[in-house]
Each structure stands twice: as C-alpha cells, then as structure tokens.
C-alpha cells in the first residue's frame, strides 16, 4: 500500500523515529452473513478493509472511502465497535510506527465487490463460517460486530 504523502512529509523531519498512526477498521456484514473481505497486494493476505485517516478526517468518513476505494462497494456506518492501539512495529527500511484504530461495523449500501485499487488484489464477500485465515484482532473484530453488545470495546 502505497505511503500517504503527509505520512512522507513528516518522514522528512522525523526519520526513521515512531509515528502514531490514526488508523480505520471495517467490518463490513450483509444480509447473508457474510463480510467483505479484501486480498493485500502488498503481502497476499485476506484482511478487513482498513487504511488512514487523512489529515482533517472523520474518523467516520474515512472507513466509508476506504470501502469504496477498495472494494468499490459504498456502505455506511452502523456503530462503533473498539478503540485500540496496537504494539510498535518496525518496517524493514527502519521506518518505526504505533497504530491507534478505531474499528466500526458497517453496512453495504450498493455496489459489486471487486478490487477496486492498487492495494489490493481482490474484493469479496466471504461466510462467516468458512473465513480465510485472519489475523486474531481481525477475528476480534468480527466477534464484537456480531455481538448484540453494542457497547464499543476500549482497554482500561
């Protein structure tokens, strides 16, 4: 996936040095339980739609683009599901970054399915109970969407 320009500004004056990264999740359910899942280019894997707010963005706002960005498929928000920070990594070029995420269910509206930019391969609707492999807070996420608990999930 290709830097966000703003993220290559602050690059040029910080280095390599952590960055706190606004972060946005979707787990995006229809009506035959089913989630719309999207295949990296970068890496190969299955994952939910996810990307990063631009500078000024609702946090709302911004899963909504990336859905469409990605996918092609316009959705809306539902409810908020979790804010959460995940541990530092560290890319291969030394580049160090925090992701703080807010993750949302959200809805499909209208569209087909597809890979609909550069970052990703493929776009699809997969079942809830014959899931790709995910990654354990991917699978977290899923599980809170589906909860009739709609009270969002935080760490205290």
Do not use: S, Y
């Given at each position: 996936?290709?830097?966000?320009?703003?993220?290559?500004?602050?690059?040029?004056?910080?280095?390599?040095?952590?960055?706190?990264?606004?972060g946005v999740s979707a787990v995006v359910l229809?009506?035959?339980?089913?989630?719309?899942?999207?295949?990296?280019?970068?890496?190969?894997?299955?994952?939910?739609?996810?990307?990063?707010?631009?500078?000024?963005?609702?946090?709302?706002?911004?899963?909504?683009?990336?859905?469409?960005?990605?996918?092609a498929v316009e959705a809306e928000v539902e409810r908020l599901l979790c804010v959460q920070s995940f541990p530092p990594h560290t890319y291969p070029n030394g580049d160090e970054i925090?992701?703080?995420?807010?993750?949302?269910?959200?809805?499909?509206?209208?569209?087909e399915a597809r890979a609909n930019d550069d970052e990703s391969t493929d776009a699809r609707w997969w079942p809830l109970d014959n899931l790709p492999p995910l990654r354990d807070e991917e699978l977290r996420f899923i599980k809170r969407a589906l909860s009739p608990d709609e009270t969002p999930y935080y760490v205290t």
């Open positions: 996936m290709p830097t966000p320009k703003f993220i290559l500004e602050l690059r040029e004056k910080v280095g390599h040095d952590l960055l706190w990264i606004p229809d009506d035959h339980d089913q989630v719309l899942l999207v295949k990296r280019a970068d890496n190969g894997r299955w994952t939910l739609v996810a990307g990063i707010l631009e500078p000024g963005e609702q946090p709302a706002v911004a899963i909504v683009r990336e859905i469409h960005e990605e996918t925090q992701v703080i995420d807010i993750a949302f269910r959200c809805r499909p509206l209208r569209g």
